[in-house]
């Protein structure tokens, strides 16, 4: 398709690249791509303008062109852990399974990892994601080197205890820092509370206020489960949604990912304070969430989901 060049190569963005004969809008079109990786021309014919310029040629013919897809929340690192553990619930699935294992990943598995699902997400389709991870800075390199598009957080957990808390956003900064300093403009930082079951208030609040200084992204898990959401009510006397809004994390440039046990009312908080919500279905399914997010409650409100 690509003549005899490592088709890898095109994904770094740095070659002039013609795609011929694809289907767009219903017509047959060619599409050039500059060395920066920007649709300079589409049309028809232009295959003849351009094809001196071109260091790659894909013939697109029985193809579609379309935008490219975007993952609203993964842990991209975890593409290694695939399979670990199956057929339980979340809570047990974390305590159990995953929290262990993560203990023993280091900076190079999460490298390994994120590399392996960039590969996999451009090769379906997907050209941009929001994911949730540690080691990040690790994961930052994988998404540099793929030519992917990516929101990177730091997967922030205190645990309600004062010491964590401190670690978690000096690694917070540390990873906002160093995200800058690439000064990669496909790469962006966001900060990440877990959740309200892993991040006290005080945490919270603290990536709240830090998210709103550097005007950056939050990235969290809302209502993923019924014990989340009853725990939550046990713990601060209310549900999930007004305990967020209290500490300041729901804002335009929030994203709650599941939102499966979400209530009306709290679809329309959502809504007020624009948050949008990430849909996961299949990991849902996995860990036997027990409930669809209620779409119908989400969008009838007026959230992006
Ligand atoms: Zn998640």
Same mark, same amino acid.
């Given at each position: 398709m690509t003549d005899d060049k490592n088709v890898q190569e095109i994904f770094i963005g740095r070659n002039p690249l013609l795609i011929t004969n694809v289907k767009y809008q219903g017509k047959n079109v060619d599409i050039f791509l500059d060395g920066t990786g920007t649709i300079s021309a589409i049309g028809e014919g232009i295959r003849s303008r351009h094809k001196g310029e071109a260091d790659y040629i894909i013939d697109g013919d029985g193809a579609i062109a379309l935008s490219g897809l975007v993952?609203?929340?993964?842990?991209?690192?975890m593409s290694l852990l695939r399979?670990?553990? $199956?057929?339980?619930?979340l809570q047990d699935w974390l305590a159990q399974k995953i929290w262990p294992l993560e203990a023993h990943l280091t900076g190079q598995d999460v490298y390994w990892g994120t590399k392996l699902s960039c590969l996999e997400m451009i090769r379906t389709g997907t050209t941009a994601f929001n994911d949730m991870y540690f080691f990040m800075e690790d994961a930052a390199r994988a998404v540099d080197e793929a030519g992917i598009r990516a929101m990177l957080c730091y997967g922030f957990? $205190?645990?309600?205890?004062d010491e964590k808390r401190e670690n978690e956003c000096r690694a917070t900064e540390r990873l906002v820092g160093h995200i800058r300093s690439m000064n990669n403009p496909r790469i962006q930082a966001a900060a990440g509370p877990h959740a309200i079951y892993t991040v006290s208030p005080a945490g919270l609040k603290w990536c709240a206020e830090y998210a709103a200084e550097q005007n950056i992204g939050i990235h969290i898990h809302l209502s993923e489960t019924e014990h989340e959401v009853n725990e939550c009510v046990e713990q601060y006397g209310k549900r999930p949604v007004a305990h967020l809004d209290d500490c300041g994390i729901?804002?335009?440039r929030t994203v709650a990912a599941h939102?499966?046990?979400?209530?009306e009312n709290e679809c329309s908080v959502l809504a007020r304070r624009g948050v949008s919500v990430a849909h996961n279905p299949v990991s849902n399914m996995k860990l036997a969430t027990?409930?669809?997010?209620?779409w119908h409650w989400l969008t009838g409100a007026g959230v992006t989901v």
């Open positions: 993952n609203t929340h993964t842990h991209a690192g399979g670990y553990a $199956d057929d339980m619930v957990i $205190d645990l309600n205890s729901l804002t335009p939102g499966c046990w979400l209530d027990n409930r669809a997010m209620p």
